[in-house]
């Protein structure tokens, strides 16, 4: 059997999408995932081997970076074909919770559990706001909340400082999980409030409803790649949802109703 050392990009939403092609390559090669996020692989021990991400000595690049304007795929089968995968790639996350179940404190009564994904800058809070057009009015986004927050238990995760202070968050654990709690938490959650980040890969892979906020104000600009950035491209399979920021009050109501709807159909599963 050959070997075969992969790596995809740097981020959590990346090891998502490597996780998937690991998988699939571990049917016809020895793996080893390169990434920075080794807890991301656990469902896979034993048949991948996990090192720290590095890009020298990788035979198969699973990253779509070079191939973001091509409109007919989505970013994670551009994944997949830069790592001359060409058969479909089940993007799944067969996640086992690790922490027992302590994930589940978090419900209130039989509400629905919806994540709700703290504010922060783009690609990495770059010093150079790169990106920044990417991020949505947060106050369409505390509209979402609202509309939901008296029928859902609403937990906030992520890092660093927010941008934005969400209102009717019923716990902010913002900072306070690890890789691996987050996962758990995200296992144990019926659905996802975001906009553009790993969530929509972790939504994907967790087989999840999910509603994203997305900015119209990066299809304006004029930089290339930001403009790419769009739900018919980023989004893969028909979990994830988008509504743009400047829709109107109706649009928005009726996106988080359909949103809810969903969530608490998998809370009774």
Known sequence: MSRAHVRGGSGLGDAIYLQSVARHL????????HTDYADVFRPLAGRVKVGHFRRD???????????????????????????????PVDL??????VD?????????????????QAPRAPFGNRPDCYGIELLPD????QRAIDLIAA???????????????????????????????????CAEADGFLGYVSYMIPMAEALKKPALFIWSHRGLLVHDRIIKSITPDKIFHGNH???VFDNADDREMR????????????EALV
């Open 138 to 141: 947060f106050q369409k986004m």
């Open 92 to 97: 799944r996350l067969d996640w086992r919770q």
């Open 26 to 33: 571990a049917r016809d090669h020895d793996v080893t995932a």
């Open 57 to 87: 000595g990788i035979t198969h690049v699973a990253h779509y970076s070079s191939r973001r304007r091509q409109s007919e795929t989505t970013q994670f089968q551009d994944c997949c074909i830069n790592a001359r995968i060409n058969e």
């Open 151 to 185: 029928r859902a238990t609403v937990v906030q995760v992520g890092t660093g400082k927010p941008l934005y202070e969400f209102s009717g968050i019923d716990e902010d654990l913002t900072d306070r999980t690890s890789v691996i709690e987050l996962i758990d938490l």
């Open 240 to 242: 994830c949802k988008a």
């Open 254 to 265: 009726n996106a988080a109703n359909t949103f809810f709807d969903l969530c608490r159909r």
């Open 100 to 116: 027992g179940g302590k994930a589940r404190r978090y419900r209130r009564d039989d509400m629905p559990l919806v994540l709700v």
